[in-house]
């Protein structure tokens, strides 16, 4: 089994195993906010709803790094079951450049497959169908760091639908902090991060020494 696993013909299919298991490891430890795994990236439809490449991929049923381990637990699988089977039959291994390409042409669809099958079950993080710039004007809490201008924080803000978002966020007035747990309002966008408010319910803005 070993030889089989270390054989250069599968270390692309062993590799995406082990990162998923890695990805998995560091979400169970909580090191995915740290890392930026969480992916909470908006990716914007068609304006007339019709589903492109990356909707029959799967991408804005799961997040985008769950979608990531179903891909790579169906591309590593896939690959190593169908070299397994080779060799019983013929004794040898595909070559690495024609199994990769051969694993990926039924890994996308059957990734597609596994995003319908498992978005009902699981709970959602985030949406894909609204654009980050619909959530000015919406409320928002700090949920890791210290926000000040020059250095955001991490915060939650759920969108019309009730879906979460994880933006960075940085306070619109000089020498304003906000500490985790701050409950605050967005109120424009610059340069790929929110600019935000006191929501004036949780205590006083601080002012930074």
């Known amino acids: 089994m070993l030889a089989f696993l270390g054989a250069s013909e599968n270390i692309v299919f062993v590799t995406a195993i082990v990162l998923m298991l890695l990805i998995g490891v560091m979400q169970l430890i909580g090191l995915g906010g740290h890392f930026g795994l969480d992916a909470d990236h908006d990716i914007d439809f068609d304006a007339d709803g019709d589903l492109n490449l990356l909707g029959w991929l ?86 890791t760091g210290r926000a000040m201008q020059g250095s955001p924080a991490r915060t939650r803000v759920e969108d019309r639908y009730g879906q979460a978002h994880y933006v960075m966020v940085e306070p619109d007035t000089v020498g304003q902090i906000f500490e985790e747990g701050d409950a605050v309002i967005l109120v424009r966008r610059e340069d790929g991060l929110f600019r935000a408010i006191s929501r004036g319910d949780n205590r006083l803005p601080r002012i930074g020494g």
């Open 58 to 143: 799967g991408l804005g049923r799961l997040p985008l790094l769950m979608l990531l381990v179903v891909f790579l637990t169906i591309f590593g699988l896939t690959g190593l079951i169908g070299q397994q089977v080779l060799d019983n039959l013929t004794g040898h291994l595909l070559n690495g450049w024609i199994a990769v390409p051969a694993a990926l042409l039924f890994a996308l669809p059957l990734t597609g497959l596994g995003a319908r099958v498992l978005a009902p079950i699981l709970p959602h993080d985030e949406t894909t169908a609204v654009s980050l710039d619909t959530l000015v004007g919406r409320f928002g809490k700090i949920t």
